[in-house]
């Protein structure tokens, strides 16, 4: 008779599924982007959901829907674009939120502390700045332009390194330390094609300036964030290519004076001038090469920063804060002391042991 | 003499019971046998025959004469009317002589036997290909070739109130629990009930009850399984007219074993076993864990699977576990179907069966094509096991995850999934643990369950 009463009872629990977080799949507009602007007082959203209702035929090909609302608040925007839409919206899956750059040269406060502290969104999602019209970037493609975009920031960043595509979890940790800035890839349109700009650099909430494809690059070599890039430079007068697919970097603080060391390692690619490959002199000598160029280069973005933007990316002082606490207090980024240390070794030269035209 | 009457009268004058009078020295000899058990040539041959050749003896005491001077190879003495109604019915051939004490029973069974087959129901590549049959006799030869030993032991009971069926409860002196043995015994001798036509009814008579629905009985017609459970000091129970033996007491991992396993390499073996095993979880919680995430935790998707579901859901119109409970019913009518209906109705099925779990019911909107292949999954993934009873056990378990599932989402599974293992750790198969060799551990004995190490080096 007990397992009876249970029997019934789980029946019942059956028939009133309509209990905890319950959603059908069907119910849920999936939605892939929003893009946040602001007009004035209000704030302007473009939501992207995909349209998940297939007709026989056309099969597999997936289509977007964007819903754009308004409101004094990004979260009764919010609210009005469900109006609009005959599903419910669901963040959970989010690829990216798109913020105008208007925006973010206002400041964006209140955008991270609302996607903080939603509970239901997966925090895994990038942040982009915008340079055009969200609407009209999000437009462009009939595909879902949000797992496009993503997907290339990824490739971008395993194979070449000159973004710094990041998710929101992370923004949120640089943003919650006062000791080091945000730095955010930018996105513009080029006649109908959605391009990943420059990479725009914080100070606290509001960006302050834009570094270039190549800045980005070493920004992420000082990051230790690269796994594979090329470098390009001159040797004897004809541009040669290096191919990266190992780096370290370690920065050190001594003496108030941060010891960055670099350490790459890769082979050639492309080489222009006729020099003899077998001979381990001439690898050295476009080791050295390279090793010159790069720490310039480098030397000259942390100056630039330092002189022309003055905010922290890198993360110096919080770096202070962890190995040198004594001396942390006193920090000053605008009489920042460093030392670039560069280690290029190239371990191969490919499959030839002498290139064809010497 | 009143043992004729009295059988005349129970037994409604039944053609079948033949009552034939002989005169021997004067004294009147009744042959009374059952025409459909018994061999009429063999009566006729040795009884008769021999009865004819002791007319020209003269003695006083005739039934002992008879006992001593007949062919035929088994005759016992008996001197109640139960024993006689008893060796009646099973096939012997009985003498009265009229105004003498005594009875004698010979043996006449006819031959209404089957020959030895090849197991259908358990097959496997390499291996014996014989197969228990209905008499009993056949089934104790087929172990009995294989251990030739002293220590093979036999004790027998005969119950039902009407079928009088004789069984055997065999295990090998010395490696089998006794206690377990004395146990069964007494539970079988002290049971009253009106006739036992298969083994499958003994399981409820000696299986300690319990909520969980696995077994803790294999039934088997292999005679090197059978034989190979002895050796481990399992108890074998045989039941007259079932070609399916009982082994006992057997836990978990024992239903994860086949015969074929022990004539492979241990490494190739291992790597079955680990399928089957893989294969039992899969049974058990795939179409609960696609409630759960679809209905649920959508979040735990991959977004690119997300995406494809929904595409693929778009068009059905129930709920998802709905869905799943139907095309589970669908796949339960159509295994069930194809079981009872006897190959004309085969390949009919099967057609029909695609396509309702199929292309053209995914067509029809009715159910999502990602459904058909979670249920095609889980179906293929509760066969491979030689007990039926754990398909039907798992089975009862997929149902409650489903539930737990769709009430509750993932910790919905989860707390099913407490309840199976609750339920599975406090099983007793005859006083052993269900999960022994995991849970209680047992190292020696791991070594022959989800893989199997070569026993040269243990």
């Known amino acids: 008779m007990k397992y009876i009463k249970i029997l019934i009872i789980s029946l019942f629990i059956t028939l009133i599924t309509g ?31 995909l349209k998940t209702e297939t007709s026989s035929n056309e099969e597999n090909k997936i289509e977007t829907i964007l819903y754009e609302s308004s409101g004094k608040t990004i979260q009764e925007a919010l609210r009005r674009a469900i109006l609009k839409s005959p599903k419910r919206l669901y963040a959970n899956h989010l690829y990216m939120i798109l913020i105008d750059e208007e925006l973010a040269k206002d400041g964006i406060a209140s955008i991270m502390d609302l996607f903080f ?103 992420s070599l000082i990051m230790n964030n690269v796994s594979d890039t090329v470098l390009t430079s001159l ?124 | 003499m009143n043992y004729i009457k009295r059988l005349q009268i129970e037994t409604n004058n039944l053609k079948d019971i033949v009552y034939r009078k002989k005169k021997i020295k004067g004294k009147i000899v009744w ?9 009429g040539s063999s009566i006729s041959d040795f009884i008769i025959k021999s009865l004819d050749r002791l007319n020209k003896i003269t003695s006083i005491n005739l039934a002992s004469k008879i006992k001593e001077d007949i062919y035929n190879f088994k005759v016992i003495e008996i001197d109640n009317y139960n024993d006689m109604c008893t060796y009646l019915h099973s096939g012997f051939t009985i003498i009265l002589i009229e105004k003498e004490k005594k009875l004698l029973a010979l043996e006449t069974k006819s031959s209404n036997k089957r020959s030895i087959g090849i197991p259908t129901s358990e ?13 009993y006799q056949t089934n104790i030869g087929l172990i009995k070739k294989r251990i030739k030993s002293n220590n093979l032991w036999i004790k027998e009971v005969n119950i039902g109130k009407y079928t009088n069926t004789i069984i055997n409860i065999v295990y090998i002196n010395g490696k089998a629990d006794i206690s377990l043995v004395n146990k069964i015994y007494d539970k079988l001798k002290n049971t009253n009930i009106d006739g036992v036509i298969n083994s499958g009814t003994l399981k409820n008579i000696i299986g300690e009850s319990n909520i969980n629905p696995m077994p803790t009985i294999m039934s088997t017609e292999r005679p090197d399984r059978v034989c190979r459970s002895l050796l481990r000091g399992k108890i074998v129970i045989l039941v007259d007219n079932d070609p399916y033996l009982l082994i006992l007491p057997e836990v978990l991992n024992d239903f994860f074993k086949t015969s074929e396993d022990y004539s ?24 609960a864990i696609y409630i759960a995430l679809i209905t649920y935790n959508q979040e735990m998707l991959p977004t690119e699977f997300l995406i494809n579901f929904a595409m693929q859901r778009s068009t059905v119109p129930f709920p998802a576990f709905f869905e799943a409970f139907m095309m589970m019913i669908c796949f339960e009518l159509l295994h069930e179907s194809d079981i009872r ?21 995914s067509k029809a ?27 039907n056990g798992l089975r009862w378990y997929r149902i409650l995850f489903m539930i737990g599932a769709s009430s509750l989402g993932i910790i919905g599974v989860v707390f099913a999934f407490i309840y199976f293992i609750i339920n599975m750790i406090s099983t007793n198969s005859f006083g052993k643990p269900y999960l022994t060799p995991f849970v209680p551990t047992n190292f020696t004995k791991l070594k022959d369950s989800i893989i199997r190490i070569n026993p040269r080096r243990q």
Do not use: W
């Open chain 2, 365 to 391: 909107g009715i159910v999502s094509p990602i459904m058909i292949i979670i249920i095609a999954l889980t179906a293929i993934a509760s066969l491979p096991f030689n007990e039926y009873e754990i398909f």
């Open chain 1, 235 to 358: 040797y004897k007068n004809e541009y040669t290519t290096i191919e990266i697919n190992n780096t370290n970097t370690s920065i050190n603080v001594l003496n108030n004076t941060f010891k960055i060391k670099i350490d790459l390692s890769g082979y050639i690619a492309e080489i222009n001038s006729k020099v003899d490959l077998t001979n381990p002199e001439i690898i050295k000598e476009i080791e050295d090469t390279f090793e010159e160029d790069l720490k310039s280069r480098i030397s000259k973005f942390i100056q630039k920063v330092i002189d022309k933007y003055d905010t922290d990316i890198f993360g110096f002082k919080d770096l202070m804060y962890k190995k040198d606490f004594k001396n942390y207090k006193d920090f000053n980024f605008k009489k920042l002391n460093f030392d670039i240390n560069i280690d290029i070794l190239l371990k191969y030269k490919g499959n030839g042991v002498k290139e064809l035209n010497a």
């Open chain 2, 31 to 39: 042959i009374i046998y059952s025409d459909s058990l018994t061999s």
């Open chain 2, 123 to 135: 097959i496997a590549i390499r291996g014996s290909k014989d197969a228990f049959t209905e008499d």
């Open chain 2, 264 to 287: 492979g390499k241990p490494i190739n073996t291992s790597l079955t076993r680990i399928l089957r095993y893989l294969s039992f979880y899969i049974a058990l919680f795939t179409p």
């Open chain 1, 117 to 219: 502290r939603d509970v239901e969104s997966r925090k895994q999602f990038y942040v982009l700045i915008s340079k055009d019209d969200i609407k009209k970037v999000l437009e462009t493609t009939d595909e879902i332009t949000a797992k496009s975009l993503v997907e290339r920031l990824k490739v971008n960043d395993d194979y070449l390194s000159n973004t710094t595509p990041i998710t929101f979890s992370k923004l949120l940790t640089k943003y919650a330390n006062p000791n080091i800035e945000m730095v955010i890839p930018s996105v513009k349109l080029n006649d109908k094609e959605i391009v990943i700009d420059d990479t725009a650099i914080f100070k606290g909430d509001k960006l302050i300036g834009y570094i270039d494809e190549h800045e980005s690059l070493y920004y």
């Open chain 2, 341 to 361: 209906s006897s190959g004309f109705a085969g390949s009919s099925l099967s057609i029909v069966g695609a396509l309702i779990l199929g292309e053209a019911a």
């Open chain 1, 19 to 49: 209990c905890y977080n319950y959603r059908e799949l069907n119910d849920l507009g999936i939605t892939t982007a929003v893009g946040i602007s602001k007009d004035g007082d209000n704030y302007n959203l473009v939501i992207e959901v």
